[in-house]
């Protein structure tokens, strides 16, 4: 049987591409544990700057793989408790390692694959790419994390309208409702997003994961509270190589080179 990805090392970048291309990169139990182990080992590889999340074929992700669903011995109630399980390990590990994960959208995302890319910090896509949330034309409620970022990026009102009317989003809608960070032409996503990671992998990791942090953090944060966060996080910057290499690249008006 065939890998449901395959793991690239380019320097300092690392690309992770799903490889279900027949099946439109849907996700059964076998993608969403390789998902979970890679990104759990790739957010305490140190040699991993930056991470780009992609698709062969003409799908970024179609979501949950549904025969699959409806072939599980148990039913489709358990097939989702177990897929689910597998699939929030990977949401949770891009969402909270302080590395930049870029998704690189060729074609579909939709469902599951969704989620996934909005999990991701960055998405860039295809002129031809679509987003669609996919789970409630299907008598299913929104996973993967979907019903935490969708409404942080969009706002309630727009989230409640996706959730409830379910219309393909386009690449330029998507970017002009903040769903996306930028469009390329069809064919270039990938290596798009692969030389944005290497940009990305120049910059200080350590800054990079505190602001990270924080953001993630601040919707559910008192100001008060939120401020001591960001006063710790600070005086750590100072406190770190990375930091105290910045201010004197600033002073010394030359690029910094962090660790």
């Known amino acids: 049987m065939s890998e449901p990805l395959r793991v690239e090392h380019d320097g300092s970048v690392t690309r992770v591409i799903l490889t279900r291309a027949a099946a439109f990169n849907a996700l059964d139990m076998d993608m969403a544990a390789a998902l979970a182990e890679n990104f759990v080992t790739l957010a305490a590889d140190k040699s991993v700057r930056a991470i780009v999340l992609s698709g062969e074929g003409r799908a970024f992700c179609s979501g949950g793989d549904l025969k699959w669903v409806l072939a599980y011995p148990q039913g489709p109630a358990a097939a989702f408790h177990q897929l689910a399980a597998r699939f929030h390990i990977a949401i949770t590990e891009i969402r909270r390692m302080a590395k930049p994960v870029i998704a690189a959208l060729n074609g579909v ?29 299907s008598g299913l409620s929104i996973d993967g994390g979907g019903t935490f970022t969708l409404p942080r990026m969009v706002g309630l009102a727009r989230a409640l309208e996706i959730a409830a009317f379910d219309k393909p989003i ?46 993630n953090d601040s919707f559910s944060s008192p100001l008060e509270a939120q401020l001591q ?27 910094p080179a962090f660790t």
């Open 109 to 137: 995302a939709a469902g599951g694959g969704f989620s996934l890319a909005l999990a991701c910090d960055f998405r860039v896509m295809a002129e031809s790419a679509l987003l669609r949330q996919a789970y409630t034309s």
């Open 170 to 215: 386009s690449a330029e809608q998507a970017l002009a409702w903040g769903l996306a960070t930028r469009i390329v032409k069809d064919g270039s996503a990938l290596a798009e997003a692969t030389a944005m990671a290497h940009d990305l992998a120049a910059a200080s990791l350590h800054s990079f994961g505190l602001s990270k942090g924080l953001l």
């Open 229 to 255: 966060r960001e006063r710790e996080a600070l005086s750590a910057c100072g406190a770190h190589a990375d930091g105290r290499e910045g201010l004197k690249a600033f002073t010394e008006k030359r690029k």
